[in-house]
């Protein structure tokens, strides 16, 4: 197998299961109308009972670890877990998918990034398809960074007990690093927001920690009578906020050629109706966003616009600055029994 050959097959592999996708909520965004939150809502309730409902087959106790795997067997990425699957593919769900050839990341070529430039054209759009959530326009990719690298998170902060960047380093390295900048060109802030509301979520389920935001939203579960109960629906628009939207909590791109082919195909939008032509579509969240994160905007919301992407090492030195200030502590007290194997996203 010639060289050349045999990176792209080492490359495709890797990939899959990582992150194989991007989304573009600029092309024809205006033509993302229709509410999908009922259905939406309805599919992830549906595998979230199943998950409890599993854990209660598997022992006949309340057990945390059974609990939390129970749920994950359901909750991964669209490959492994049902739920991202459906969420991805079914055709009930109300979406907008862009063509390769017809959004932003059009001309990123085989040398600018892998995903879109080769693994986008031999084997089929890469494209995330957008979804609308009540009044935000998300992109279905969230959803398994949510349940996936969003229970990474959980693990490392609340699980093992580490500190919060190191939960936050889950999505900054794979966004500085192979499955973001590297291999897509993209910097994506708002997987971030979806990673850290994903922490959340998991937190939630049982509430056994108090939310990092201050928001109590748990728990969805309790042990009635030595048997896991669900006491509370999901909904995902209890977590997802503008932050999520790639045309507001805006990307950033691995060198200047790519930025300004994207800068390049955004000026060609101004002339359609139908799509946003710039960088934040909208700043009126940005202020609220950043009211809500507090101090953990730098890491998580973008209010500069498109820009060349910034290495690991500036979030390291931010978040040294934010520990010199004593804003946040190495650790958190967490009482969690779930003791989980490692598992791909």
Known sequence: ??????????????????????????????????????????ITNKYFILGVERANKKVKACDEKVLYKSIRHYFRNHYFGKLNKELYRS????????????????????????????????FGNPN???????????????????????????????????????????????????????????????????????????????QKNDDILGENIGPYVVCEKNRWQVVKEFDWNTYVDAGFDEAINCSEFRNDRLLKKVQYELKKLAKDADSISYCPATSEPLQELIEKYGDLSPFLINTKGHRKAHKFKYYEKLWKELEGRGVYGPSVEASVEYRPRKEKR
Do not use: C
């Not at 959004?103 to 986008?120: K, M």
């Open 91 to 122: 055709a009930e769900v109300p979406r907008v998918k862009i063509p390769l050839n017809e959004g932003i990341y059009r001309r990123f070529l085989w040398y600018d990034a892998f995903v879109p430039g080769i693994y986008g054209r031999i």
């Open 128 to 206: 995330a398809s957008v979804v609308r959530l009540s009044d935000n326009l998300v992109g279905v990719d969230k959803f398994e960074h949510f349940v996936g690298s969003g229970h990474k998170y959980f693990q490392n902060y609340y699980v093992k007990k580490k500190s919060l960047f190191s939960a936050l380093k889950v999505g900054l390295r794979a966004e500085t690093g192979f499955m973001g900048a590297v291999t897509t060109g993209v910097l994506s802030y708002a997987d971030m927001v979806a990673n850290f509301n994903g922490m959340r979520f998991w937190n939630h389920i049982l």
């Open 1 to 42: 197998m010639p060289k050349v050959q045999l990176l792209i097959f080492i490359l495709t592999m890797l990939t899959i299961g990582t992150k194989a996708s991007e989304v573009d909520n600029f092309t024809k965004r205006n033509l993302v109308t229709i509410d999908a939150t009922d259905i939406v809502n309805e």
